[in-house]
């Protein structure tokens, strides 16, 4: 039986406003996270990733707009809620983990009380009851002497004890998805693995998970399927095993290419020629020709489209057509 999607992305293209001008930085993504599902969107700086998380929680800044597509949470259409509404998503049903966790945390108050009230914001238990439940989550998620920890101030904890805490805040309201948007980007590698593996530890307990990085390190240890974004558009998608064991797309291959190995005896490594676009240079062709060892003229006058080509692989690339 066909699994049901928990989000479903459709055609969405996103602008920003500049001095005269609109600017696509997101261009038709399709995209679905099923229940239990780590997806992760891979892609460099740039390339539009998390203002496609921003989006799907209608957190988007204000000189940017939706301008065409549509976000399904649950059959739920995101782009049609209120403020009010979407108040009663975020967090209860959608968490958002950041890159800095400082930036998600006040310095002003100790974590008890900071947990506290992101609890309270949507359910009405009592403190007795939030105190205890957070002590358990915490020591779930291997964080020593919980007690001691909610009395502390965000910057008595270390980065990863932070990134523990507003994990465990998502899954004491019971969000059914989180949006990981680079989330052990500012960890040292010791705590990034720990940190992955309360990800998979709460996939495996039923929450999806949306997992933003440009390490394709990181995204190959958890991710059930991947999505490369290159420029504003997804390249490449599938299950990370394929893409990661064939590659398809140019920019994937380059991308690939360049992961460091501990083992070669290169003394150069790999990196990929050139600049990505700027989003004022976007358009009617493929954004990757002016860096793609492959390209010829339809590259540079049409833009390839996302098709499937091959066992649930989807590939936006002329070469594609060749074969
Ligand atoms: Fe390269 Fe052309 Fe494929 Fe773009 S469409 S990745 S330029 S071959």
Redesign the pocket.
């Known amino acids: 039986m066909k699994q049901k999607n928990l989000l479903e992305i459709k055609e969405l293209s996103v602008g920003f406003k500049s001095d005269n001008s609109t600017i696509n930085v997101l261009n038709d993504i399709s995209l679905d996270i099923k229940k239990n599902e780590i997806l992760g969107i891979a892609g460099e700086s740039g390339s539009g990733k998390s203002v496609l998380a921003l989006s799907t929680l209608k957190l988007l800044p204000k000189h940017s707009f939706i301008n065409k597509g549509s976000i399904l949470f649950e059959n739920r259409d995101i782009l049609s809620l209120n403020e009010k509404e979407m108040q009663k998503i975020r967090g209860k049903e959608i968490g958002i983990i950041f890159q800095d966790p400082s930036s998600s945390l006040s310095p002003l108050l100790k974590i008890r009380k900071q947990i506290k009230e992101a609890i309270l914001f949507h359910s009405k238990k009592d403190s007795k009851e939030i105190e205890e439940e957070s002590i358990r989550i915490l020591e779930k998620l291997n964080i020593k002497d919980a007690k001691q920890k909610l009395n502390s101030y965000p910057y008595e904890l270390s980065g990863g004890l932070k990134q523990r805490i507003i994990i465990a805040i998502s899954i004491m309201q019971s969000a059914k998805l989180i949006i990981a948007d680079e989330p052990t980007t500012a960890l040292d590698v010791t705590t990034q693995a720990q940190i992955l593996d309360i990800f998979k530890k709460i996939k495996e307990e039923g929450t999806s998970i949306l997992f933003i990085s440009h390490n394709l390190g990181v995204i190959n240890k958890i991710c059930d399927r991947v999505a490369i974004i290159y420029a504003s558009n997804i390249?490449e998608e599938g299950a990370t095993d394929d893409i990661f064991s064939s590659p398809k797309?140019?920019?994937t291959k380059a991308l690939l290419k360049a992961i460091p190995e501990l083992t070669t005896k290169k003394k150069k490594l790999d990196t990929i020629a050139g600049q990505i676009l700027i989003p004022s240079l976007y358009g009617n062709f493929?954004?990757?020709?002016n860096r793609?060892?492959?390209?010829?003229e339809?590259?540079?006058n049409e833009k390839?489209k996302l098709k499937i080509v091959d066992r649930n692989r989807k590939v936006?690339?002329?070469?594609?057509d060749k074969k």
Do not use: D, K, S, T
Request: aromatic letters at 22%; hydrophobic letters at 35%.
């Open positions: 390249v797309h140019p920019y493929c954004h990757f020709h793609c060892p492959f390209a010829f339809r590259c540079r390839p936006a690339c002329f070469l594609e």
